[in-house]
């Protein structure tokens, strides 16, 4: 199920528990003792950041698959820390990286410190608006996040997940798997909260990894069949030709879907439904082109319906998928008006040409 740890960093004495925090994760990924240690001082140096430079901020630690969509590597286990603030910003993200560099009295290596020890880390930054700094912890560190693949296709997937008021799981799930030329991403949305509205998101990754091969229609029905014993679940599934340059979706339920394509949004409509208890009779199918200047959002309901999409997702095509979509939730929310409900937002997005 979606374990996932969310620490509120306000004061000093939450740097010790995101410290405590990372450590769990790791070893809740199965990682050795060198990259337990790694995740560990990554998180100390991204929560210590948040009380410096903005004030406060929180973290958010997941477990998450590759990023760019492999033949049968979709359960390797990666620990992602994302540290997310409403704070002043930076102007220049480039020169906060270099050592050295600080607005307060410190030495200045923190972003540089998370920058050489993760397997990969982004940073985004709007002044005014505030930062997220993301870093992933692979098994091992001559094995990043994202470039261990043999023939990675041309689409990376990334995405962050909270849950309601600090709750040990989500009841929010997703998954991106890869079989030929076709990259699946399934976001799913458990009825209700806590571990039965995990279990029954987790039972709808499981039926997709079982059957990556399917149409997001035909998906939907084998997971109407395999989620039956649970409370059910909004889905969506999103499904890339690479070869046609074709973006195929089907949803069901109130799991929110948007495609950029250039700087035109476009939102990709479901039916109304609960997979597992009441599927549509007609499930129809969208197609829309799949060009190197798209971008897809699926988002749960946690998110409100009239989020704008914010300068992450108009940045650089080599920003990091998980990178916008917290970004997406920060600039949605705010430290007075927190997410209402679990709440999770996958980006699909094209792997940049230059491979950064």
Known sequence: MPRVWEVPVHDSTRVRDVRVAAGAASRHAGLADDRVAAAELVATELATNLLKHAGGGQILLDLVGPVVPAYGDERIAVVQIVAVDHGPGMPDTAVALRDGYSTTASLGAGLGTCLRTAGDFALHSTPGRGTVAMARIAPGPDRDAAGWYPAPVPVRAGGVNIPLAGAEFSGDAWACVRTGDRVTLLLADGLGHGPQAARASSAAVEALRS??????????????????????????????????????????????????????????????????????????????????????????????????????????????????????????????????????VVVLSPFPSDGS
């Open 211 to 344: 059957a990556p091969h399917l149409s997001p229609a035909d998906l939907l029905r084998r997971l109407h069949g395999a989620l039956r014993e649970t409370r059910g679940a909004a889905v969506a599934v999103a499904q890339i030709d690479v070869a046609a340059g074709q973006l195929h979706f089907a949803g069901v339920g109130n799991v929110g879907a948007r495609l950029r394509r250039g700087e035109r949004w476009q939102g990709l409509v479901s039916r109304p439904g609960i997979v597992g208890a009441h599927l549509p009779a007609r499930l129809p199918q969208s197609q829309e082109l799949w060009t190197d200047d798209c971008l897809l959002v699926l988002h749960t309901d946690g998110l409100p319906s009239r989020w704008s999409p914010g300068p992450a997702a108009h940045a650089s095509p080599s920003l990091d998928p998980a990178v916008i979509a917290a970004s997406i939730v920060r600039d949605a929310s705010s430290p007075a008006l927190p997410v209402r409900d679990d709440t999770a």
